[in-house]
């Protein structure tokens, strides 16, 4: 059997390293950074305290045991002397201004409210102390985009005034940003200092601090560009709609934007980043073999510390009649530590098959093709987009025709779309029509839809059989029923009792005949920074896709999420609900903080990096979502009217490089629409460009709950999962009852009417069964792998067991369950699991008596799936049994419940569970 070791100081290690390699330093003025050893700080900004870890939404909320924050963390730094004083004014002030965590889901405000400072203040703290470090911190995410005011995307006037008034007063001043993605930098002349250092995870403080001491320094690179004005990104216009979202910037996303139209709006350009010490980057040969090119570049550290610096390759290519960026990135790469004076020589190659451009609109004559128009081909290499300088010409004599494909998501409303013509200075802006949709898509599908095949009833194999080779895939599916493949296609949750406690779904053997078959409940679990499991249990917090990204070291991401695949085989978790890979088309996409880059390159090598990390011990990552996922305003409406260029060359382009390099095996589609058809039932996107083109063979599965139409003039809703299969997206996530079809889905009466077809369920039957295959989930059915995985180093909090075996006791209306075996003694926790037929809002019962006085208070609190819910406060009862009623909401079906006992004395009978309000997110 083969064994499994996690080293959680390894883990911490990685993830420490991460985000301090992940750090951008965008201005180092005065030698400001590093903080020199007896040196004394001044610390301003109550994110000190309050460290945003990560963004809000499923991405955020993993259970962590501790998050260190900064302050923490220069505590714990020998050589460092906090400004004590000041400390203690801001200590008192946070304690009277406490966190505001918001109310419920996407409640929580972008920030915090700043301590006002006095002149006062910061003339003494600059009397005190030699540096002064400001902390400013933001947070938004899913279902909460950022808005571009005061206390979001831009600074409040308090921030402002801190930043100005610390920055008058002290000469070495350096703001450090705890932010989801980029924010407005108009202040950005006033501090000696900038520092981004993004959302760290649990690990944030301690990374942060190797940054700011100089035991690490800074090699991070910015991963979007930093325009003056949020109002110069050319997507901003077009961006938060509620209903169509035009992309009428086409492929001129960020940098590609930026440097060929706009640069003077550039604050900081794409790939930029100052580190402590200083680099000469010499190419030392370029060459070309069969289509192949080289650049091989010696970096040398020309500075005084040890360093790490990131090379950047970007190519020109030729106007042609498509039009094309002045820049695009085509290659990157990362010294390792170089000591003062040390060289390294790193080789960049490129296939100039890389640099084709999709011709949508027959142009070139090659309509639905990439191709390499004729012209030069000039390379660009620095160590940020603006500074690269050209290396290498690669020329076309004439057009070649890279790959030949056809026409898919092509648009069907009309709209303009930019292009480049040349002006007197440079290029401008010209926005010609984009080429609509031209093929009968519903045609196609019809002619291309699978070979039926019958039911044959029941032969004996299970998918063991099939594992052994005993048996075709085929045949063994041709066992199940027609209500056995439309319960397969139905993915369980949230927090199945069939698998890990808390987590997001359950697929594959979703039910019992299922089961019977020997398919075992696969699991799935957010993701991306971390997993995360709702009824308390604790995991690795990690730094978000931002940061990750920034670090440019597709090594570092590897070896990190080999770590985080050891904690999933150890929560029994088969494929994270990450990579997030949409890209930053606007700073103001709230999920941005998910997300890696406004560049499809960077995505997809970062995404890759991911996967064979977690390949590595057997399990796997779900890039999500796929695709054009760029806002959270209205995202279940949402339709992304986006050119068929812009899809392949920038929106697809991550996810075509994870799967054909990265070999993902699972994929999650969008709430929204793109063209018209919403991402969950979009054929085209999920059968021709994802399979048929990339040669994908894994899993697809919506959003949780997402819409579903099948063409764009059929209005979306949750429950067309006939349009879904129809477009071999295969699982719809997620439903409480699969086996008797809670969610009242439309697969059996669309198999039925003929407009869905046994061999379109088998299909997707069979994509699901070749994941579970190769899933450590089978490995258990079988025996090869039990599932446990030695854990080193870990804490006995943080190292809690989870009982993967929790009893769901099924509760019919206003039935209760016993608390006669609860210990009620003080801070203790009884735990029950129950399953209720209707989700909604519940009259819960508590009975309970105690012989203690009238006046005392005995205080018991009800955790559902690990949200506080009601607290009942019982007071003496002279032994008398007497009853409190109090409401709580499940959202789930199955609910794993704590009540907390404050304080003993209290003798509880049972707890009755009646339903109030039914709730349904089929209607939701
Ligand atoms: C999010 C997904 C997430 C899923 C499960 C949805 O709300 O959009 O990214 O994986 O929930 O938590």
């Not at 088998?762 to 446990?788: K, W, Y």
Request: with cysteine; charged share 20%.
């Amino acid at each position: 059997m083969k064994t499994y070791t996690l080293n959680w100081d390894t883990y911490k290690q990685l993830a420490r390293t991460a985000v301090a390699e992940g750090a951008v330093l965008l201005k180092n003025e005065h030698a400001t950074l590093p903080i020199q050893a007896g040196t004394t700080v001044s610390v301003f900004g109550r994110s000190q305290f309050n460290y945003y870890k990560s963004g809000t939404g499923s991405g955020g909320m993993v259970n962590v045991s501790h998050v260190t924050s900064p302050l923490e963390a220069l505590q714990a730094t020998e050589g460092v002397q906090l400004n004590a004083s000041l400390l203690e004014t801001y200590e008192t002030w946070v304690e009277a201004n406490p966190f505001d965590q918001g109310v419920g889901w996407a409640g929580e405000p972008w920030s915090q409210p700043e301590m006002e400072v006095t002149d006062e203040l910061v003339t003494a703290a600059a009397k005190a102390s030699d540096v002064a470090l400001i902390f400013i911190g933001r947070t938004a995410g899913e279902d909460r985009d950022n808005t571009a005011d005061p206390g979001s995307y831009l600074l409040t006037d308090i921030e402002q005034s801190l930043i100005e008034k610390v920055s008058k007063t002290f000469t070495k001043t350096a703001v450090v940003l705890n932010v989801g993605n980029i924010i407005d930098m108009d202040w950005a002349h006033q501090p000696s200092a900038i520092l981004y250092t993004w959302q760290g995870g649990m690990e944030g403080g301690t990374g942060l601090v190797d940054v700011l001491t100089g035991a690490v320094t800074p090699s991070g690179k910015l991963t979007d560009t930093i325009a003056k004005s949020i109002e110069d990104y050319p997507s901003t216009k077009n961006f938060g709609h509620a209903d169509k979202g035009i992309y009428q910037e086409d492929i001129y996303v960020g940098y590609r934007y930026f440097e060929t139209f706009a640069k003077d709006a550039v604050l900081y350009p794409f790939g930029f980043g100052l580190s402590y010490t200083t680099f000469t980057t010499d190419v030392a040969t370029t060459g070309e073999q069969d289509g192949m090119i080289t650049v091989t570049v010696d970096v040398t550290n020309t500075g005084a510390v040890d360093g790490k610096e990131v090379v950047q390759l970007y190519v020109e290519k030729p106007q042609g009649t498509l039009g094309n960026p002045a820049r695009s990135l085509v290659a990157f790469d990362k010294t390792d530590t170089l000591a003062p004076g040390e060289r390294a020589t790193l080789t960049l190659s490129i296939p100039a098959t890389d640099f084709a451009s999709y011709d949508d609109n027959g142009a070139t004559g090659h309509v639905s093709s990439f191709v390499l128009e004729a012209g030069t081909y000039e390379l660009h290499l620095g160590t940020d987009v603006r500074s690269a300088r050209p290396v290498f010409t690669y020329n076309v004599d004439s057009l070649q025709v890279i790959e030949t494909l056809s026409e898919n998501m092509a648009p069907v409303t009309p709209f303009d779309r930019i292009k480049p013509v040349v002006g007197e200075h440079g290029y401008l802006v010209e926005y010609v029509p984009t080429p609509l949709r031209a093929v009968d898509v519903e045609a196609r599908y019809l002619v291309e839809r699978p070979v039926t095949r019958d039911y044959v009833g029941d032969n004996g194999f299970t998918l063991k059989d099939v594992y052994a080779g005993k048996v075709e895939l085929d045949a063994f599916l041709d066992q199940l029923t027609d209500e056995d493949l439309a319960c397969i296609v139905r993915g369980q949750g949230m927090n199945s009792p069939r698998v890990t406690p808390g987590t997001a779904a359950a697929f594959g053997g979703v039910s019992d005949r299922l089961t019977d078959l020997g398919i075992p409940a696969a699991c799935c679990a957010d993701g991306p920074s971390g997993i995360r499991m709702d009824i308390g249990t604790k995991a690795f917090a990690l730094p978000n896709g931002t940061l990750l990204a920034s670090t440019f070291n597709v090594e570092l991401v590897e070896d990190l999420f080999e770590m985080t695949g050891l904690e999933m085989r150890k929560n029994r978790v088969d494929t994270l609900l990450g990579p997030g890979m949409n890209i930053h088309r606007n700073p103001l996409n709230g999920r941005n903080f998910e997300y890696f880059s406004e560049d499809p390159h960077v995505t997809g090598k970062m995404a890759i990096a991911q996967l064979n990390g977690m390949h590595r011990v057997g399990v796997t990552g779900t890039l999500k979502h796929f695709s054009a996922n760029n806002q959270e305003a209205h995202r279940h409406d949402i339709d992304s009217i986006v050119s068929e260029r812009a899809l392949r060359e920038i929106y697809l382009k991550g996810f075509e490089m994870a799967v054909k390099e990265g070999k993902a095996t699972s994929i999650m589609t969008t709430y929204g629409a793109v063209n018209g058809v919403w991402t969950a039932g979009l054929y085209d996107q999920n059968t021709r460009i994802l399979r048929d083109e990339w040669g994908f063979d894994g899993i697809v599965m919506t959003d949780w709950w997402a819409k579903v139409n099948h063409h764009e003039d059929e209005p979306a809703n949750r429950q067309n999962t006939a349009a879904m299969v129809q477009s071999q997206n295969d699982l719809y996530m997620v439903v409480d009852r699969p086996d008797t079809n809670s969610f009242d889905d439309n697969t059996g009466a669309a198999l039925a009417a003929g407009s869905l077809t046994r061999g379109e369920l088998l299909r997707s039957a069979a994509n699901i069964c070749r994941f579970v295959l190769q899933s450590p989930a089978m490995e258990r059915e079988l025996g090869i792998h039990d599932g446990t995985v030695e854990v080193i180093g870990l804490d006995e909090e943080a190292g809690q067991a989870i009982d993967f075996d929790v009893t769901y006791r099924h509760l019919e209306n206003g039935e209760s369950v016993s608390l006669s075996d609860a210990d009620t003694s003080t801070g203790n926790t009884h735990v029950f699991a129950v399953s209720v037929d209707e989700t909604g809002t519940y009259d819960v019962t508590i009975t309970a008596k105690s012989d203690a006085g009238e006046l005392a208070q005995m205080p018991v609190t009800l955790f559902a799936n690990n949200i506080p819910g009601p607290t009942f406060t019982f007071n003496g009862t002279d032994g008398e049994w007497v009853t409190q009623t109090k409401q709580v909401f499940f959202l789930n079906q199955h609910n794993y419940l704590q009540l907390y006992f404050a304080l003993g004395g209290l003798d509880v009978k049972d707890i009755t569970f009646t339903l109030v309000d039914s709730f349904s997110m089929k209607n939701g």
